[in-house]
């Protein structure tokens, strides 16, 4: 069922990056208009799915556009309101993981809620109930080169989930596991999506995984396509 703060407006969003001495439109005028709780994105490489991932989870900026999510205007935040949003709103998820290698699961869920103002004591609380919430309570203890790719991706999603965001953003989040170990983790973060409540939008070239999504959008050449996406309809 769709709720407004699972709602993201995007008006006329342009992106380009520098490339040597050429300007190289990534994003070109991208409208969107959704209010789902579970999005899919698919699309060619290079498309552009990234750059678009992460203007919604804030590492990036847009050229211009507007950007709202759940009723907040990205495209006006300071660079410290974005920080905030970043650390406070969203969970990101990674195709390689980007866990620390010289740090225990445990450290790796705990280190961001340390850094954004917890007590190191109730930083590993919090951090120990999110691996107890990804069935990797026996693994507190171990680096990631101990641990398998679905563990570390795990853990990535443990460390993702602690700050309990309102949006999670998966950029690949299963590009890098076999089939079997991809399905358990899209059944997992469905299953915490269940419990927790937060929107989930994934970037995927897994068509299955693409396929299950409540609205399942589509990106190339730098736009998204009109199927299932109403704000077509209104430009
Ligand atoms: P996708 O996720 O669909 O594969 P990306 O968003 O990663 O696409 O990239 C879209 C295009 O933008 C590609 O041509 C890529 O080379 C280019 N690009 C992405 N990030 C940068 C960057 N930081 N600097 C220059 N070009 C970039």
Do not use: C
Request: net charge neutral; proline share 4%.
């Amino acid at each position: 069922m769709s709720n407004p703060t699972n709602k993201i407006l995007i008006r006329n969003l342009t992106k380009s990056y520098i490339n040597g001495k050429q300007n190289v439109p990534v994003l070109k005028g991208i409208n969107l208009d959704v209010a789902d709780t579970f999005l899919t994105l698919m699309g060619p490489s290079g498309s552009g799915k990234s750059t678009f991932l992460n203007i919604l989870s804030g590492i990036d900026q847009a050229d211009s556009g507007e950007v709202w999510i759940g009723g907040k205007n990205l495209s006006n935040f300071t660079e410290q309101e974005l920080t905030e949003y970043r650390r406070n709103e969203t969970g990101i998820i990674f195709q390689f993981f980007h866990l620390l290698p010289y740090l225990s699961a445990l450290e790796n869920v705990a280190l961001p809620l340390y850094i954004s103002g917890l007590g190191k004591s109730k930083a590993r609380e919090i951090a120990k109930e999110a691996l107890e919430k990804v069935d990797l309570t026996h693994r507190f203890k171990h680096k990631p080169d101990e641990l398998s790719g679905g563990e570390q991706q795990r853990v990535a999603i443990a460390r993702a989930l602690a700050k309990r965001p309102s949006i999670v953003l998966a950029d690949e989040p299963t590009g890098n596991l076999d089939t079997y170990h991809a399905h358990k983790i899209l059944e997992l973060l469905l299953e915490l999506q269940e419990k927790e409540k937060f929107s989930l939008f994934i970037v995927t070239h897994d068509r299955e995984i693409g396929e299950k999504g409540k609205v399942r959008l589509k990106m190339k050449d730098g736009l998204i396509l009109p199927e299932q996406n109403p704000a077509l309809d209104l430009v």
